[in-house]
């Protein structure tokens, strides 16, 4: 998918009761049966209109009762606000509700659906939700079409984390995963990140190794072929992914397995 594509928004339905309006900024309504529970809350708080006016579409008189964010970053709650003015549902994320490490199910007559906090991989917030009997998958920002999701610099206890935690998401075995931005993504696309990040770090550590410096690494080291169409991945993230390996190798911090 181009990247014009992937951000002219649009709103697609998985598995019979869940819709996800996909754009630059992505949202989900769960139709569980009894009431409907909702994926994060978008950027701009004028987009509540329209989506609100797809939500009666989509689940009709059903309530929402849910909103869950997958973390609170700005770009996750606008709608926050908007959603409890205008349904009284309870938000639901790292902030407002005390979510123990194998996390809580909202069961309801037509699905059951898990959020299990993740946290530090991108915030120490991050939360995932899982819709087990549609196998999809929602990973907020932990999955950014190739941009490393960690904030902080790489240091070996983080990455090991992050790898890790990769390790469990593609464990569920999600036939779909959503990501907080950007198109939809598949179990297959998580294990190719972390193939991706592997390669990287070693051929920056063998380039750092013989002398490179930033700007010949991220000139010699070009993005893989079968990764070209990943979202914003050719013009800004993979260059971006070099140099910030390339710092944490530089300091030590990381080295090839
Ligand atoms: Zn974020």
Known sequence: MSDVQAETPKIIQLSGGIWVRQEIDNIAWIDMGDYGLVV????????????????????????????????THYDHVALNDAFVG??????????????GPTGKWFEASERRVLIQPTPGCHTDQDCIIWCEPDRVLFVGDI??????PLIAQ?????????????????DFDAKVVVPGHGPLATTADLSRWLEY???????????????ASDSQIIDEIKPPADMLHWWRFVARKHADCVERIAKSIRRG?????
């Open 154 to 170: 790489l240091r070996p206890d983080n990455t090991q984390h992050l790898l890790e935690t990769y390790q469990r998401l593609i």
């Open 253 to 257: 911090w990381l080295e090839a397995t």
């Open 143 to 148: 999955f950014g079409w190739g941009l490393i």
């Open 40 to 71: 994060d809350a978008l950027e701009h708080v004028e987009k509540a209109d329209e989506v609100f006016a797809a939500i009666e579409r989509d689940l009709g008189r059903v309530p929402i009762r849910y909103l869950i964010n997958t973390h």
């Open 86 to 99: 205008r349904f009284g549902c309870e938000i639901i994320n790292a902030e407002t509700t005390e979510i």
């Open 197 to 211: 990040f592997d390669w990287l770090v070693g051929k920056v550590s063998a380039a750092v190794a013989a002398g």
